[in-house]
């Protein structure tokens, strides 16, 4: 089974803090992701990286960066966390190369953070 | 314009019976994929069902079966004999092009409520 693991479930920070949030997958997939959940507005995409050290911008990337130096790991990073930024954050990540009918994404379990 | 849509922010069905969710999406590319997603309250995203645009039959799986009129650019989840444990949400998802590097996008999500 693909496990993908998020660092933390909840998480409260102050405004202006340097936030990190880590996301490691077991299954040897490319692809990770970073979306966004708001209520209403579904689930919206960050960043997304497609190999090591790669990444691509996703609809809503302004006040975020990534970091992947590792395959299994991708990296969200709050560089001075607003609280506009107090949303539930969700990776994901698949592997189309494996030779699968579909490219499913499969995600972690969420991190709700609070920006105070 | 919205990628995805998805009219009904809450529906209730009675215990054993059917249910029909609406998901419509708008792209021109002729290679695509639609994805359902089940949310329960715990916060994680469980893939259901998967369609992909040159799929001749209406994908099924288990009491999941995707209703895809392609003319019509819907791709409705019916989900049979509905259960207590089926009260989620529910998120349709695209992936325009062909399978690789790229995301999904998501509709705004249906919220079902399961009722004994």
């Known amino acids: 089974d693909v496990k993908v693991t998020q660092s933390s479930r909840y998480l409260v920070k102050r405004t202006g803090e340097k936030v990190f949030l880590e996301c490691v997958q077991d299954m040897d997939h490319e692809n990770m992701f970073w979306y966004r959940q708001d209520p209403g507005l579904g689930l919206r995409l960050i960043y997304f990286s497609y190999d090591v050290k790669m990444k691509e911008k996703g609809d809503i990337p302004e006040g975020y960066s990534v970091s992947r130096e590792k395959k299994e790991r991708f990296s969200l990073i709050l560089e001075s966390a607003s609280t506009n930024q107090t949303s539930m954050y969700l990776c994901?990540?698949?592997?189309?190369?494996?030779?699968?009918?579909?490219?499913?994404?499969?995600f972690g379990p969420g991190t709700r953070l609070t920006v105070l | 314009a919205q990628k995805i849509t998805q009219t009904q922010p809450g529906m209730f069905v009675q215990e054993k019976e059917a249910v029909t969710l609406d998901c419509t999406y708008d792209?021109?590319?002729?290679?695509?994929?639609l994805f359902w997603y089940k949310q329960p309250s715990s916060g994680e995203m469980i893939f259901l069902i998967y369609q992909g645009s040159y799929d001749q039959q209406n994908a099924t799986e288990g009491r999941y079966s995707l209703n895809f009129q392609k003319a019509r650019k819907s791709a409705n989840l019916v989900i049979s004999a509905s259960q207590l444990g089926d009260s989620a949400m529910y998120f349709c998802a695209m992936r325009e092009g062909p399978a690789g590097r790229r995301a999904l996008t998501f509709g705004s999500g249906t919220r079902l409520q399961v009722q004994p």
């Open positions: 994901a990540s698949n592997s189309f190369l494996a030779g699968g009918f579909t490219d499913t994404q499969y």
């Open positions: 792209t021109s590319d002729p290679s695509y994929g």
